[in-house]
């Protein structure tokens, strides 16, 4: 079974960045496709970015395209999130997980595996 540990979250200014990292053990990284989710207070839990096992596919929410990156390392069995240009609604927590398999149209309940979270925090 796979366990994912997400780690870089912190409180930043809007505009800054941060990077993301999510450290799987237990199973090799290549053998998913993995994605971001984040959840705000009070609303539901929503796609990021999703990346196939390779990283030749990707998929971004339209508000993060261009100013997010999603990225693997299956070498370090870790995935990352390049967050730039953070805007106050960014803040959420923040998961990582894994799935079986990689669709076009992300859907979470592919995702077996997930992360504790890790928060981010933007303030204006």
């Known amino acids: 079974q796979v366990q994912l540990v997400e780690s870089g979250g912190g409180l930043v200014q809007a505009g800054g960045s941060l990077r993301l990292s999510c450290a799987a053990s237990?199973?090799?990284?290549?053998?998913?496709?993995m994605g971001w989710f984040r959840q705000a207070p009070g609303k539901e839990r929503d796609i990021v970015a999703q990346i196939n096992w390779s990283g030749g596919r990707t998929y971004y929410a339209d508000s993060m395209k261009g100013r997010f990156t999603i990225s693997r390392d299956n070498a370090k069995n870790t995935l990352y999130l390049q967050m730039n240009s953070l805007k106050p609604a960014d803040t959420a927590v923040y998961y990582c997980?894994?799935?079986?398999?990689?669709?076009?149209?992300?859907?979470?309940?592919?995702?077996?595996?997930w992360g504790q979270g890790t928060q981010v925090t933007v303030s204006s």
């Open positions: 997980a894994a799935s079986p398999y990689y669709t076009e149209t992300p859907n979470s309940n592919h995702y077996a595996y």
């Open positions: 237990g199973g090799m990284l290549s053998s998913y496709a």
